[in-house]
């Protein structure tokens, strides 16, 4: 299975030096809680919680917070760290929970979708003024001139800050998982791949996965 991505010349133009990565992971069971799960996720919890560690962490994040303020929005990751440090990773299914572990530990944004629901192509790219995206639970998604943007060939799929639509939602029986996962300015691209691996090595681990690949680009 081949992924074919690429960033449009808008992108690149106002984000040279920005990296987004791809990792995807074929023929998944996207089971509720398996044998050694939870030993697992405790595991990288503990390691999340080291207090150098989680001050990177809380650092990257920040950056990602100060970013989303630009343009307007409240970035979901602070939340998301304060409730990791307070209560652990939530439990959803394996492949949302793998998302979470890999936002968290690595302190980056990453989104968790179904592989064979985008349509053709798959490009970063920025929005122009009031596109719409169909976002999860069927609300409107209207974009500002600039955001970044994913698309597929039928359109957008995910906008940066406000979110990943509905059509590419992992469901009980996706069986190819895509993670995918922005850097922002300030934020290096190794940092990255460190949440795909954690993601790509969980599903394979866990999920029964074959991990395609990881890429940075």
């Known amino acids: 299975m081949t992924i074919n991505f690429s960033k449009s010349s808008k992108y690149i133009a106002s984000y040279p030096d920005v990296a987004f990565g791809l990792t995807l992971i074929s023929g998944c069971r996207n089971f509720f809680n398996p044998p050694g799960f939870d030993q697992y996720k405790r595991k990288l919890l503990r390691k999340m919680r080291k207090r150098v560690t989680l001050a990177q962490i809380t650092e990257r994040i920040e950056i990602y917070d100060s ?67 169909r976002g999860m639970g069927e609300r409107d998604i209207r974009t500002k001139e600039g955001e ?22 992992v ?21 990255l791949k460190e949440g795909l691996n954690i993601a790509s090595e969980t599903m394979s681990e866990f999920g029964e996965g074959n991990i395609e690949g990881v890429e940075i680009y």
């Open 67 to 133: 970013f989303f303020k630009s343009f307007g929005y409240e970035c979901p990751l602070p939340k998301h760290l304060k409730r990791t440090i307070n209560s652990g990773f939530p439990r959803y299914n394996l492949m949302v929970d793998a998302h979470f572990m890999a936002e968290m530990c690595a302190g980056i944004l990453v989104a968790v979708t179904d592989f064979d629901r985008f349509e053709g192509k798959l490009t970063l790219d920025l929005a122009e003024n009031g596109e719409i995206c």
């Open 171 to 191: 469901q009980e029986d996706t069986q190819n998982v895509l993670f995918y996962t922005y850097a922002v300015p300030g934020i290096d691209g190794h940092y």
């Open 148 to 169: 970044i943007v994913f698309r597929d060939e039928k359109g957008i799929v995910c906008v940066l800050c406000q979110g990943a639509d509905e059509k590419t939602r």
